[in-house]
């Protein structure tokens, strides 16, 4: 395909036919440009434009079609909800406005049509938090209110820690699913739930699944102290990346070489120390915002644009989204029926244009559909119990001693436990449901725990030497 700088008429006539997949000929082209020329000077246009492989010509004579390129060089297909690959019209259910569709157009166009670009410093620095906004009051005002779970006012987490197993395998499933894993959701659920492994898998997305279980967890029990700073975020990348680097050393570290994005123009920035700056003005900025959808969006848009880590940066800005929402007890953004084209087609508006409007019209969208889920599921869920909901702290402290301990009877010192840290009319079933907890340990709950499957495997071993 040619890099040929295009004409601002040959950008608009890959812009429509963008819009029509199923391709136009040379008058319905004419006719749905701004300002129509000759027909002459259209079909001029469109052989330079067949000529330089962005698009192909169907047909002969005044039958002739035009039609986009994909990027294998075939003719594009129609993107009808029946045809394979239905999300591809995802643009016909998800609400675009005006400049999300701008960007649409642009980032639909063929990669050889758009002009390569690099990291624009300025792009974060002219944020100012609590001055510039990505999220409209009104949308912001809307947000608010479809996320009020009633929880508002009580201690950070206490809405998370109630969800927290639907939570667990929505989020999970949602935002693998967007990295290309092929667990369903039933596979997905029968892991974390279970530890079973579905036959024929790759152990690469089992492993994707337990590293957001993990990630999603300490999100949940750690809600009062996590937040905007770097020791959060690297944790984030640490957990999300376990066993799936090319470099063990990276998981958990800025990255200290350039690296390359599929599918785009975009070339992220490759200088270590400029890096590191940009990391931490942007964990600076998003603390210092005071809505927490604002810094929800702003965390979806600057990690994956700064690219921070080696790989594995998106996941991190999807569960570093729901912080905010997680500390205020505000109904997560769980990521449910994004299509994966939408959501490669929103960073895209942001790697290569640096503007926000298609990946803002997406991330409302997606909220306002978890936010109604969760209504739904709130209501069906019966309560959390009690007991576990108060001591759930001291409940996965002590089995992780016990674990690591690997003292084959621990009954006595769950019962020593108790008596220093449990109130007297609570320590008979705190026991009760430690030893419960104990009975039904798995490789796919260990996380729970802050367990490793080394630590799990040599407490198991120690068990039957016992």
């Known amino acids: 395909m040619s890099d040929t700088l295009l004409t601002h008429q040959q950008e608009e006539i ?65 993107t009808g909800s029946d045809a394979p690959g239905a999300e591809e019209g995802y643009e016909s259910y ?47 005002n809307h947000l608010h209110r479809i996320g009020d779970t009633g929880d508002l006012e009580r201690p950070a987490g206490t809405y998370g820690r109630a969800m927290l197993n639907r939570l667990l395998i929505d989020l999970t499933w949602a935002s693998c699913r967007l990295e290309g894993n092929t667990y369903s959701r039933l596979d997905t659920q029968n892991l974390i739930e279970f530890g079973r492994y579905p036959e024929g898998k790759d152990a690469q997305d089992a492993q994707m699944v337990l590293n ?72 600076r900025k998003a603390g210092d915002i005071r809505d927490p959808f604002e810094q929800a969006f702003f965390i979806m848009v600057h990690i994956p644009y700064l690219q921070p880590f080696e790989d594995v940066n998106k996941r991190v800005s999807r569960l570093g989204a729901n912080i905010p929402l997680i500390k205020h007890n ?48 709130r209501k069906s869920l019966a309560q959390p119990e009690p007991l576990r909901l108060r001591y759930r702290r001291q409940l996965h402290e002590l089995v992780a001693d016990i674990v690591r301990e690997k003292e084959p009877d621990f009954l006595p010192a769950v019962e020593r436990y108790a008596e220093e840290n449990i109130g007297g009319g609570d320590r008979a079933a705190f026991v009760e449901m430690v030893q419960d907890e104990i009975k039904r340990l798995h490789p796919g709950i260990i996380a729970r725990y802050r367990l490793r499957p080394s630590e799990f495997a040599a407490w198991q071993e120690a068990r039957k030497l016992n």
């Open 330 to 377: 505000l109904s997560p953004l769980t990521f449910i029926d994004v299509p994966e084209r939408a959501y490669i087609d929103a960073m895209l508006g942001v790697y290569e244009l640096n503007r926000v409007e298609l990946l803002r019209d997406l991330f409302v969208w997606a909220y306002e559909r978890s936010a109604k889920e969760y209504v739904v599921i």
């Open 14 to 78: 890959l812009a429509l036919l963008t819009r029509n997949p199923d391709g136009l000929n040379s008058e319905g082209i004419r006719s749905g440009l701004k300002n129509p020329p000759h027909l002459r000077t259209v079909q001029r246009s469109l052989a330079e434009l067949v000529t330089g492989r962005h698009i192909a010509a169907v047909g002969k004579g005044k039958a002739t079609i035009y039609k986009l390129l994909t990027s294998s060089g075939v003719p594009a297909a129609s």
């Open 212 to 283: 957001h279980k993990a990630a999603i967890e300490l999100l949940v029990d750690d809600a009062a102290t996590i937040g905007f700073d770097a020791h959060t975020f690297l944790s984030l990348h640490g957990l999300l990346s376990e066993n799936l680097m090319p470099d063990p050393d990276a998981s958990g570290r800025l990255r200290s070489h350039p690296v390359q994005i599929g599918g785009t123009v975009f070339v992220p920035l490759a200088v270590p120390q400029t890096i590191e700056e940009c990391f931490y003005e942007i964990l």
């Open 94 to 140: 998800i609400p675009l406005s005006e400049k999300g569709r701008e960007i649409f157009s642009h980032v639909r166009r063929p990669r050889g049509a758009r002009a390569p670009v690099g990291y624009e410093r300025e792009f974060l620095d002219s944020y100012l938090p609590n001055e510039t906004w990505y999220l409209g009051e009104m949308t912001r």
